[in-house]
Structure formats: structure tokens, C-alpha cells
């Protein structure tokens, strides 16, 4: 039986908090939404979209060991042992940096940052060094001012690896989370256009997400994708932070790039030289954006010490994250219907990517590519421009049919040949109709999308319907 988390007077140490009505009960994990809360947990009544504070009770009927909340807090007659602080995300924070500081010294800490691509990557880390030894990363995709801190707090002692994401809408806001985290690998899978709205330029961008190597551990590796255009400016973040860098990609002068790439509708064949030997691997997950990635996971492994080629292996078996190009067959009369999921979020970049996969689609088993796309959101003021530098990947892609929904994907509906069009509306539910209503036998479809279009709905609204009608054809 493994241990418990936390034992409960540690984390009032921890927090720099005050205990009341303890009982001595252990932590066996941490909750900040009462929906998931496990017995034994510990309940973060944190101040976000929703004061936490008012569920404090609740949280104890759900066999909640134990409640981090403020001060000022007023306890109901049902609660439970309390640990009393100013303000509950710095005590939330103050545990994850004490969780960081009880790793043993053999214990390698690995981040991952970038404008597309963090939770794939972070969960290939997560895969390969769960193989090798005991390995704790972010649920989902826990990468913010909350997220990040909780997910330390999460951290057993016992870790041998830990793995995690961190992602930031405006400048300044990785830094401090990279110093919490303190890795020893910290990653940049890509520089894109995202979140414009709130940067001036990508250049800006790029400097943002630099900072992630700020937190870098004396003697730390710097892994940085050297096919980007803004390799130098994160080449300057690195050098600035005393890092050793490692870079990866295509490019001839990568550290990490591929000497064996074969691509394929059902995942990628790899070769590559490193630490002075040749591995060759496989990825389960099609796309050359993910092959990409998978490098510099191949290269972060090795910075972290890790056993590469065993800890490769596992990419062969295993599926995207959900929403991140997952796929799902759905048998009709008269044939079958493909639904590629790419609906986690979009921005250019990762919409030409996902574009790229469903143009590997083999025309012997799907008669048409169908691509259903969602507005791409933060963009900036040039998010019309944004939206129609898409059409070519689409030509490029073989797509028979377009699908889309949102202001501005209302330019780049309007610039496709009339034969490509297929439907538009304005949200995204609107295409449910228009979309039962063209499917056909043979049909594979890829939807994509800012989380704002709510692409994700109308995935799982075709995945429910597609069964139980009789589609056309």
C-alpha cells in the first residue's frame, strides 16, 4: 500500500498555515472542484471563476480529509480539520514548492511550453518515463497559475520523474511558474501566432515563451525546436539562463532530427542518431507536427537521463489525448464514417497540421476528406488574414468538402470554390443539420477549432447521431 500524499501537520507547515479541528487524518490527494473530489483529499477553496469557499462543506460530505481555506472563512458545524491561510493559492503554491523541494536528488523534473503541441508532448514524456520509473505529470491540461502549482502539490515524494505543462496568455506569467517548478529539462515545442490579442507581435511571443528556461536547474538543458523562425530569440532566452541547449528538427544543424521519417495515415516511422547510437521508433499518432514533437521528447529523455530507446518504444501504442487528433469509426449503412477529433483548441499552425493528417487519409478506404472548422480565436487584428492562409492547406490536403462555422471563418468559407463549400452558420451547433444531412458511406471527417468555436460539442453531437440515422449516398 503505498503511502499517504501528505501527512496533514506537514502540510500546515507547508502552507504557512494555522490548523483547526485537526484530527490527524492523512492527505492521500488534493481537490479544487468538489465534482471530482476523492475521499482523503485535501479541498482548495480557491478564489477563481467561483469562490470555493462556499463548497467547503460540501467537500466534507464527500469524505474530504481536510480543507485549505482563508482566514476570514466562517466554518459550518460539518466541517471538518482546517488549515487557515491569507490567501489559499499562495498556500496552494507554497505546498507545491515545498512537494518540489522533497524530491530526492536523483529525481529529474521535466517542463513543457510552446504554442502548440505542450499536452501531446507531455503526455508522450509521461508514457515513455512511466516504463522506467515511478512518474507524476498534469491531468488534462493543468498549465496555468492554478494548474501548475496543484499539480506539484499532487507530486509524491517518491517521484522519480516528474513531468510538466506550463502554457500563459500573457507575457510574465511563465516565469513564475517555471521557478516553482525548478525543471531540469525544459522544452519549447513551437513559436506561432497565438494569442496576438495580446501581444504585439510573435517575436513577442516568442520572448514569453522563453521564459520558461528562466526556472531552469543549474546545469539544465534548454530543448528548442531549430526549424522555428524564432530559434534565435529562444537561443538568447537559453544562453541568457546558463543553459545547455539542445536543439531538434529537420534542419541539418538540429542536435535531434530524423534520418528515418515515414509517414503514414496510421502513425510515423522514425530513425534518429542519439547519444551515439541509432534508435528507430515508431508513433502511433499520424502527423509530421507529431513526429516532431516526439524529438524532442527523445531529446529531453536524454538530458533527463532517462533509458531513450525503451522509453520510446512506448509511443508505438499510444493514442492521442483526447481532442488532439483521436479517432473514432462509426459503422453505417452502406459503408462507414471516420471522425477525426482535433478540436482542442486551434491556432494557424496546428490547423495546418490537422489539415496535413486528414490529407493522409487513403482515398481506398474514405471517398472524400471533409474538414469542419471552427473560428480560431486571439488572433489580433489580422484575424482575417489568419483565417485565409488556411485555403491552401485545404487545396493542399485534397479536401472535397468544407464545413464551417464563425465570423472569421466566414472569409475563408467565402474565398473556397462553390463546388468545396458545404455549409456555414454562426455557431457551431448549426452544423449539425447540414452536416447529417451531406454525410455519406465513406466519408472522413476532421474537426478543428479555438475552444471558443466549441468544436468539441458538435464532435460528440456527430459521433451520437451518425449511428442512428441513414446517412446518404
Known sequence: MSPPLWAFDDLVRAADGRAERANGAPVTGLSIDTRTLAPGDLFVALKDQRDGHAFVTQAFRAGAAAALVAEGYEAAPDDGPLIRVRDTLRGLEDIGRAARARLSPEARVIAVTGSAGKTGTKEMLRAGLSRLAPTHAADKSFNNHWGVPLTLARMPAGTRFGVFEIGMNHAGEITPLTKMVRPHVAIVTTVEPVHLAQFPSVTAIADAKGEIFAGLEPGGAAVINRDNPH???????????????????????????????ELTSEGTSIGIEIGGREIHYRVASPGIHIAMNSLAVAAALDAA?????????????????????????????????????????????????????LGTVPRSAYRRRIAVLGDMLELGPDEKSHHLSIKDAIDAAGTDLVFACGPNMAHLFAALRPTMQGAWAERSDGLVGPLLAALAPGDALMLKGSNGSRMGPLAEALRQEIGSRSLSG
Open 305 to 357: 537521463g532517462a533509458d531513450v530507446e525503451q522509453a520510446l518504444d512506448v509511443l508505438s501504442s499510444l493514442p492521442p489525448p483526447p481532442g488532439r487528433g483521436s479517432r473514432s469509426e462509426h459503422e453505417v449503412a452502406g459503408g462507414r464514417v471516420l471522425i477525426i477529433d482535433e478540436t482542442y483548441n486551434a491556432n494557424p499552425a496546428s490547423m495546418r497540421a490537422a489539415l496535413a493528417v
Open 231 to 261: 530559434f534565435a530569440t529562444l537561443l538568447r532566452h537559453a544562453e541568457a539562463a546558463g543553459a545547455r541547449v539542445i536543439t531538434f528538427g529537420q534542419d541539418a544543424r538540429a542536435d535531434v532530427r530524423p534520418k528515418v521519417l
